[in-house]
Protein backbone atom coordinates (compact mmCIF):
# COMPACT_ATOMS: atom_id res chain seq x y z
CA UNK A 1 0.00 0.00 0.00
CA UNK A 2 2.93 2.14 0.87
CA UNK A 3 0.72 4.60 2.15
CA UNK A 4 2.37 7.93 4.15
CA UNK A 5 1.59 7.41 8.01
CA UNK A 6 2.28 9.59 11.10
CA UNK A 7 1.33 7.68 14.23
CA UNK A 8 1.87 10.13 17.87
CA UNK A 9 3.45 8.41 20.83
CA UNK A 10 4.89 5.70 18.46
CA UNK A 11 8.40 5.27 19.93
CA UNK A 12 7.09 2.47 22.66
CA UNK A 13 3.73 0.86 23.83
CA UNK A 14 0.86 0.50 21.80
CA UNK A 15 2.01 3.67 19.49
CA UNK A 16 5.66 1.19 18.49
CA UNK A 17 3.01 -1.92 17.94
CA UNK A 18 0.20 -0.04 15.48
CA UNK A 19 3.55 1.90 13.64
CA UNK A 20 5.75 -1.40 13.24
CA UNK A 21 2.41 -3.02 12.28
CA UNK A 22 1.86 -0.69 9.67
CA UNK A 23 5.30 -0.47 8.58
CA UNK A 24 5.20 -4.11 7.82
CA UNK A 25 2.42 -4.15 5.21
CA UNK A 26 5.04 -1.53 3.11
CA UNK A 27 3.82 2.00 4.53
CA UNK A 28 6.35 4.53 4.79
CA UNK A 29 5.60 5.41 8.80
CA UNK A 30 6.71 8.45 10.86
CA UNK A 31 6.39 8.36 14.79
CA UNK A 32 6.75 11.25 17.01
CA UNK A 33 8.94 10.69 20.19
CA UNK A 34 10.13 13.18 22.78
CA UNK A 35 13.44 12.21 24.70
CA UNK A 36 14.01 8.82 23.74
CA UNK A 37 15.91 7.22 20.99
CA UNK A 38 13.22 6.84 18.04
CA UNK A 39 12.81 2.54 16.83
CA UNK A 40 14.76 1.40 14.38
CA UNK A 41 12.96 1.24 11.14
CA UNK A 42 10.67 4.07 11.42
CA UNK A 43 11.35 7.66 10.55
CA UNK A 44 11.36 9.56 14.66
CA UNK A 45 10.35 13.25 14.71
CA UNK A 46 9.85 14.90 17.59
CA UNK A 47 6.62 16.23 18.79
CA UNK A 48 5.60 17.73 22.35
CA UNK A 49 1.36 17.21 22.48
CA UNK A 50 0.76 20.75 24.47
CA UNK A 51 2.78 21.85 21.59
CA UNK A 52 1.36 23.28 18.13
CA UNK A 53 4.76 24.32 16.58
CA UNK A 54 6.04 21.72 17.32
CA UNK A 55 3.62 19.47 16.07
CA UNK A 56 4.05 21.11 12.94
CA UNK A 57 7.68 21.10 12.73
CA UNK A 58 6.95 17.27 12.87
CA UNK A 59 4.62 16.73 10.27
CA UNK A 60 7.12 18.94 8.26
CA UNK A 61 9.41 17.02 8.43
CA UNK A 62 7.70 13.53 7.91
CA UNK A 63 5.46 15.54 4.79
CA UNK A 64 9.46 15.58 3.59
CA UNK A 65 10.32 12.40 4.05
CA UNK A 66 6.90 10.33 2.82
CA UNK A 67 4.79 12.90 1.36
CA UNK A 68 1.42 14.37 2.90
CA UNK A 69 0.40 12.52 5.63
CA UNK A 70 -2.75 9.91 4.72
CA UNK A 71 -3.35 7.96 8.13
CA UNK A 72 -2.75 9.52 10.92
CA UNK A 73 -2.51 7.66 14.48
CA UNK A 74 -3.41 9.78 17.53
CA UNK A 75 -2.05 7.57 20.44
CA UNK A 76 0.41 9.93 22.87
CA UNK A 77 -1.71 9.91 25.76
CA UNK A 78 -0.90 10.33 29.78
CA UNK A 79 -2.64 9.47 33.30
CA UNK A 80 -2.32 11.15 36.06
CA UNK A 81 -5.36 9.27 38.58
CA UNK A 82 -6.09 11.02 41.90
CA UNK A 83 -9.52 10.88 43.48
CA UNK A 84 -11.57 14.47 42.88
CA UNK A 85 -10.62 16.13 46.16
CA UNK A 86 -7.49 15.52 45.51
CA UNK A 87 -7.43 16.32 41.69
CA UNK A 88 -6.14 20.19 41.15
CA UNK A 89 -6.77 22.10 38.03
CA UNK A 90 -2.90 21.39 36.71
CA UNK A 91 -3.98 17.49 37.01
CA UNK A 92 -6.72 17.77 35.33
CA UNK A 93 -6.30 20.85 32.43
CA UNK A 94 -2.73 18.92 32.18
CA UNK A 95 -4.42 15.38 30.87
CA UNK A 96 -6.71 16.86 28.80
CA UNK A 97 -4.30 18.87 27.06
CA UNK A 98 -2.39 16.07 25.96
CA UNK A 99 -5.29 13.38 25.16
CA UNK A 100 -7.76 15.54 24.22
CA UNK A 101 -6.58 18.68 22.68
CA UNK A 102 -3.23 17.21 21.70
CA UNK A 103 -5.63 14.98 19.47
CA UNK A 104 -7.36 18.04 18.33
CA UNK A 105 -4.16 19.56 17.29
CA UNK A 106 -2.53 16.75 15.44
CA UNK A 107 -5.80 15.88 13.72
CA UNK A 108 -5.95 20.10 12.48
CA UNK A 109 -2.51 19.49 11.10
CA UNK A 110 -2.96 16.56 9.48
CA UNK A 111 -6.29 16.73 7.31
CA UNK A 112 -4.45 20.09 5.31
CA UNK A 113 -2.63 17.58 3.38
CA UNK A 114 -6.07 14.54 3.22
CA UNK A 115 -8.19 17.24 2.07
CA UNK A 116 -6.38 18.06 -0.98
CA UNK A 117 -6.51 14.73 -1.92
CA UNK A 118 -9.58 13.74 -1.13
CA UNK A 119 -8.83 10.35 0.93
CA UNK A 120 -7.85 10.09 4.38
CA UNK A 121 -7.56 7.54 7.22
CA UNK A 122 -7.71 9.15 11.01
CA UNK A 123 -8.08 6.49 14.29
CA UNK A 124 -8.20 7.94 17.54
CA UNK A 125 -7.20 5.65 20.50
CA UNK A 126 -9.12 6.35 23.51
CA UNK A 127 -9.84 3.91 26.47
CA UNK A 128 -12.89 1.78 27.76
CA UNK A 129 -12.56 4.05 30.57
CA UNK A 130 -14.51 6.16 28.60
CA UNK A 131 -17.80 4.04 29.69
CA UNK A 132 -17.11 2.27 32.45
CA UNK A 133 -15.79 4.78 34.44
CA UNK A 134 -13.37 5.10 37.23
CA UNK A 135 -12.52 6.31 40.52
CA UNK A 136 -9.41 8.06 40.26
CA UNK A 137 -9.68 9.19 36.41
CA UNK A 138 -11.86 12.06 36.08
CA UNK A 139 -9.62 13.38 34.26
CA UNK A 140 -8.70 10.71 31.79
CA UNK A 141 -11.76 9.55 31.39
CA UNK A 142 -13.02 13.06 29.93
CA UNK A 143 -10.50 13.22 28.11
CA UNK A 144 -11.22 9.62 26.52
CA UNK A 145 -15.11 10.10 26.40
CA UNK A 146 -14.13 13.81 24.52
CA UNK A 147 -12.35 11.82 21.90
CA UNK A 148 -15.61 9.60 20.39
CA UNK A 149 -17.26 13.05 20.24
CA UNK A 150 -14.69 14.59 18.74
CA UNK A 151 -14.69 11.84 16.47
CA UNK A 152 -18.22 11.65 15.48
CA UNK A 153 -18.22 15.27 14.42
CA UNK A 154 -14.87 15.15 12.51
CA UNK A 155 -16.73 11.76 10.42
CA UNK A 156 -19.73 14.26 9.24
CA UNK A 157 -17.13 17.19 8.68
CA UNK A 158 -14.79 14.62 6.83
CA UNK A 159 -16.80 11.82 5.25
CA UNK A 160 -17.60 13.90 1.97
CA UNK A 161 -13.66 14.01 1.38
CA UNK A 162 -13.34 10.28 1.58
CA UNK A 163 -11.58 10.90 4.65
CA UNK A 164 -12.99 8.77 8.17
CA UNK A 165 -12.40 8.93 11.54
CA UNK A 166 -13.11 6.04 14.08
CA UNK A 167 -12.03 5.46 17.46
CA UNK A 168 -10.41 2.35 19.48
CA UNK A 169 -11.07 1.87 22.68
CA UNK A 170 -8.30 -0.58 24.13
CA UNK A 171 -9.00 -2.49 27.99
CA UNK A 172 -6.66 -3.30 29.58
CA UNK A 173 -3.10 -3.94 27.48
CA UNK A 174 -0.01 -5.09 28.78
CA UNK A 175 2.45 -1.89 28.40
CA UNK A 176 4.72 1.06 30.92
CA UNK A 177 1.01 3.02 31.54
CA UNK A 178 -0.99 -0.09 32.71
CA UNK A 179 1.74 -1.19 35.07
CA UNK A 180 1.79 1.80 36.85
CA UNK A 181 -1.90 0.51 38.64
CA UNK A 182 -2.19 -1.05 41.60
CA UNK A 183 -2.63 -5.08 42.10
CA UNK A 184 -5.97 -4.73 43.53
CA UNK A 185 -7.33 -2.47 40.83
CA UNK A 186 -5.45 -4.77 38.21
CA UNK A 187 -7.36 -7.63 39.74
CA UNK A 188 -10.41 -5.64 39.21
CA UNK A 189 -10.26 -4.86 36.23
CA UNK A 190 -9.46 -8.35 34.72
CA UNK A 191 -12.16 -9.46 37.00
CA UNK A 192 -14.58 -7.33 35.08
CA UNK A 193 -13.20 -8.61 31.81
CA UNK A 194 -14.88 -11.37 30.17
CA UNK A 195 -11.72 -12.70 28.33
CA UNK A 196 -9.92 -12.50 32.24
CA UNK A 197 -6.69 -11.29 30.97
CA UNK A 198 -5.07 -8.22 29.92
CA UNK A 199 -4.61 -7.92 26.37
CA UNK A 200 -1.10 -7.00 24.03
CA UNK A 201 -0.13 -3.82 21.74
CA UNK A 202 -0.11 -6.22 19.13
CA UNK A 203 -4.48 -6.73 19.34
CA UNK A 204 -4.70 -2.95 19.26
CA UNK A 205 -2.22 -2.75 16.29
CA UNK A 206 -4.58 -5.43 14.43
CA UNK A 207 -7.69 -3.25 14.62
CA UNK A 208 -6.19 0.19 13.76
CA UNK A 209 -4.76 -1.94 10.48
CA UNK A 210 -8.07 -3.01 10.16
CA UNK A 211 -9.80 0.68 10.16
CA UNK A 212 -6.67 2.41 8.22
CA UNK A 213 -6.84 -0.39 5.53
CA UNK A 214 -9.26 -1.12 2.64
CA UNK A 215 -11.00 -3.35 4.47
CA UNK A 216 -12.32 -0.77 6.92
CA UNK A 217 -13.31 1.99 4.08
CA UNK A 218 -16.85 2.14 4.54
CA UNK A 219 -16.36 2.45 8.76
CA UNK A 220 -16.46 5.65 9.83
CA UNK A 221 -17.48 7.97 13.47
CA UNK A 222 -17.36 4.07 14.84
CA UNK A 223 -15.88 3.01 18.17
CA UNK A 224 -14.13 -0.43 18.39
CA UNK A 225 -13.39 -1.74 21.30
CA UNK A 226 -10.14 -3.87 21.70
CA UNK A 227 -10.86 -5.13 25.33
CA UNK A 228 -11.34 -8.38 25.74
CA UNK A 229 -15.13 -7.29 26.70
CA UNK A 230 -13.94 -4.96 29.63
CA UNK A 231 -16.66 -2.05 29.27
CA UNK A 232 -19.16 -4.19 26.53
CA UNK A 233 -22.26 -2.92 26.05
CA UNK A 234 -20.70 0.94 26.67
P1 LIG B 1 2.70 4.40 27.24
O1 LIG B 1 2.74 5.15 28.53
O2 LIG B 1 3.45 3.14 27.11
O3 LIG B 1 3.11 5.39 26.02
C1 LIG B 1 2.56 6.67 25.96
C2 LIG B 1 3.08 7.34 24.72
O4 LIG B 1 2.55 8.68 24.66
C3 LIG B 1 4.60 7.49 24.72
O5 LIG B 1 5.08 7.36 23.42
C4 LIG B 1 4.80 8.90 25.23
O6 LIG B 1 6.01 9.49 24.82
C5 LIG B 1 3.64 9.60 24.54
N1 LIG B 1 3.34 10.87 25.21
C6 LIG B 1 2.85 11.04 26.45
N2 LIG B 1 2.72 12.35 26.72
C7 LIG B 1 3.12 13.02 25.62
C8 LIG B 1 3.23 14.39 25.29
N3 LIG B 1 2.89 15.36 26.16
N4 LIG B 1 3.68 14.73 24.06
C9 LIG B 1 4.07 13.77 23.18
N5 LIG B 1 4.00 12.45 23.44
C10 LIG B 1 3.54 12.08 24.65
O7 LIG B 1 1.15 4.17 26.99
P2 LIG B 1 0.36 3.06 26.16
O8 LIG B 1 1.14 2.61 25.01
O9 LIG B 1 -0.19 2.10 27.11
O10 LIG B 1 -0.89 3.96 25.68
C11 LIG B 1 -1.03 4.46 24.37
C12 LIG B 1 -2.44 5.02 24.25
O11 LIG B 1 -3.39 3.98 24.54
C13 LIG B 1 -2.72 6.15 25.23
O12 LIG B 1 -3.51 7.14 24.60
C14 LIG B 1 -3.51 5.46 26.32
O13 LIG B 1 -4.36 6.35 26.99
C15 LIG B 1 -4.28 4.42 25.54
N6 LIG B 1 -4.74 3.30 26.34
C16 LIG B 1 -3.84 2.45 26.95
C17 LIG B 1 -4.33 1.40 27.71
C18 LIG B 1 -3.43 0.42 28.40
O14 LIG B 1 -3.94 -0.41 29.17
N7 LIG B 1 -2.13 0.45 28.19
C19 LIG B 1 -5.77 1.18 27.89
C20 LIG B 1 -6.60 2.13 27.20
C21 LIG B 1 -6.08 3.14 26.45
P3 LIG B 1 7.32 9.46 25.79
O15 LIG B 1 7.95 8.12 25.58
O16 LIG B 1 8.13 10.60 25.31
O17 LIG B 1 6.82 9.63 27.19
Do not use: C
Request: charged content about 20%; glycine content about 12%; cysteine-free.
Amino acid sequence: MGRSVMVTGGNRGIGLAVATALAADGDRVAVTHRDSTPPDGLLGVRAEMTDPESIDTAFRQAEDAHGPVEVLVVNAGITRDKLLLRMDEQDFTDVVDVNLHGAFRTVRRAVRGMLRARWGRIVLISSMTYAYGAPGQVNYASAKAGMLGMARSLAWELGPRNITVNVVAPGLIDTAMSHGITADRRAHLLSITPLGRAGETADVAAAVRYLAGESGRFVTGAVLPVSGGLGLGG
